[in-house]
Nanobody
């Protein structure tokens, strides 16, 4: 069974940092683009960041540019999201996704179960 397992979420104060990880069980996912989305209570899921299969291209939502960094380690089949200068509005469930392209609409092949990030003011 294909799995994407997120970890690293938690409770942090505003201005703090967290690093999310998403490990994939399917070896071929090293050839796929990967990304992160988030969903806050009462809101639709939104794109956060994505990275090409070789890490050569990265894309970010305007709301996180300069604060979040996406990276990947294909040797570990894992994608990361380093989140700095966190704000209360970053509070959400964060999901990793795998797809055929870095565009948000193409990151739809598989989804993780999500990890909660809560930023207190």
């Amino acid at each position: 069974q294909v799995q994407l397992v997120e970890s690293g979420g938690g409770l942090v104060q505003a201005g703090g940092s967290l690093r999310l990880s998403c490990a994939a069980s399917e070896p071929t996912f090293i050839n796929y683009a990967k990304g992160w989305f988030r969903q806050a209570p009462g809101k639709e899921r939104e794109f956060v960041a994505s990275i090409s299969w070789n890490g050569g291209s990265t894309y970010y939502a305007d709301s996180v540019k300069g604060r979040f960094t996406i990276s990947r380690d294909n040797a570990k089949n894992t994608v990361y999201l380093q989140m700095n200068s966190l704000k209360p509005e970053d509070t959400a469930v964060y999901y990793c996704a795998v797809g055929y392209g870095v565009g948000p609409e193409r990151l739809d092949r598989y989804w993780g179960q999500g990890t909660q990030v809560t930023v207190s003011s």
